[in-house]
T-cell receptor, first 111, second 114 residues
Framework: TQLLEQSPQFLSIQEGENLTVYCNSSSVFSSLQWYRQEPGEGPVLLVTVVTGGEVKKLKRLTFQFGDARKDSSLHITAAQPGDTGLYLCAGGQGGSEKLVFGKGMKLTVNP | GAVVSQHPSRVICKSGTSVKIECRSLDFQATTMFWYRQFPKQSLMLMATSNEGSKATYEQGVEKDKFLINHASLTLSTLTVTSAHPEDSSFYIC??????????FGPGTRLLVL
C-alpha cells in the first residue's frame, strides 16, 4: 500500500509568518497534486507537478517535487488568514488513475 | 478551471431509506469519476472508480451492493447509498478526471442518517 506522510499535521501561526509543509513517501509517483480544502467544501486543486526537481510558484506559494519523485514540499510566504485550511497532497501513478492522499495539514493563520 | 457540481449539498434521511447523490462535470467530459468519503478531521478515502459505460471498480472493504454507482454519461455519475444507516453519515465527495488526467473535485455532499 502506498502511503503519503504529511508533516506537520497541524500548524497555527501568526499572519506574516512563513511555513513549509512536507509530503513524503517511499514510493515513486508520476505526478503529485496539492489541494486546499475548507470546512464543508471539496478540495480545490492548487498545483500539479510531474517532473523530478520541478518547482512551481503560485503567488506566495512555492511547490517543489523531489528529484526522485517521492516527496514534495509546499512553502507559503507571508501567510494570511485567507490561507487557513486543510492542505492535502495526493500522488498519482502512471498506470493507475487513482490518487493516494496524505492525511493533510490543518493550517490556521491568526490575524 | 474545470467545474464539478454535486447535488444535493446536504441531505438528512431516515435509517433504512436510500439516498442518491449526483456528480456532474459542467464544462468537460469525464470518462472517469471517483467517489470519496471523508470523516471529520480525516483525509479522503477512495470508495470507487466510476467508468462511463461500464461497471464501477470498488476499493477493498466497500460494499458494492450498498453503494451503487451509475456512470450513465460522460458528464454524470451517481452514487446511491442503499438502506442507509447512521454509520453511513459522512461527507461524500466526487471528482472528475479530465483529458489531462487531472482530478477536479465537487463541493461534497453532507449525509446525515437519523
Amino acid at each position: 500500500t502506498q502511503l503519503l506522510e504529511q508533516s506537520p499535521q497541524f500548524l497555527s501561526i501568526q499572519e506574516g509568518e512563513n511555513l513549509t509543509v512536507y509530503c513524503n513517501s517511499s514510493s515513486v509517483f508520476s505526478s503529485l497534486q496539492w489541494y486546499r480544502q475548507e470546512p464543508g467544501e471539496g478540495p480545490v486543486l492548487l498545483v500539479t507537478v510531474v517532473t523530478g526537481g520541478e518547482v512551481k510558484k503560485l503567488k506566495r506559494l512555492t511547490f517543489q517535487f523531489g528529484d526522485a519523485r517521492k516527496d514534495s514540499s509546499l512553502h507559503i510566504t507571508a501567510a494570511q488568514p485567507g490561507d487557513t485550511g486543510l492542505y492535502l497532497c495526493a500522488g498519482g501513478q502512471g498506470g493507475s488513475e487513482k490518487l493516494v492522499f496524505g492525511k493533510g495539514m490543518k493550517l490556521t493563520v491568526n490575524p | 478551471g474545470a467545474v464539478v457540481s454535486q447535488h444535493p449539498s446536504r441531505v438528512i434521511c431516515k435509517s433504512g431509506t436510500s439516498v442518491k447523490i449526483e456528480c456532474r462535470s459542467l464544462d468537460f467530459q469525464a470518462t472517469t469519476m471517483f467517489w470519496y468519503r471523508q470523516f471529520p478531521k480525516q483525509s479522503l478515502m477512495l470508495m470507487a472508480t466510476s467508468n462511463e459505460g461500464s461497471k464501477a471498480t470498488y476499493e477493498q472493504g466497500v460494499e458494492k451492493d450498498k453503494f451503487l454507482i451509475n456512470h450513465a454519461s460522460l458528464t454524470l455519475s451517481t452514487l446511491t447509498v442503499t438502506s442507509a444507516h447512521p454509520e453511513d453519515s459522512s461527507f461524500y465527495i466526487c471528482s472528475a478526471r479530465d483529458g489531462r488526467k487531472t482530478q477536479y473535485f465537487g463541493p461534497g455532499t453532507r449525509l446525515l442518517v437519523l
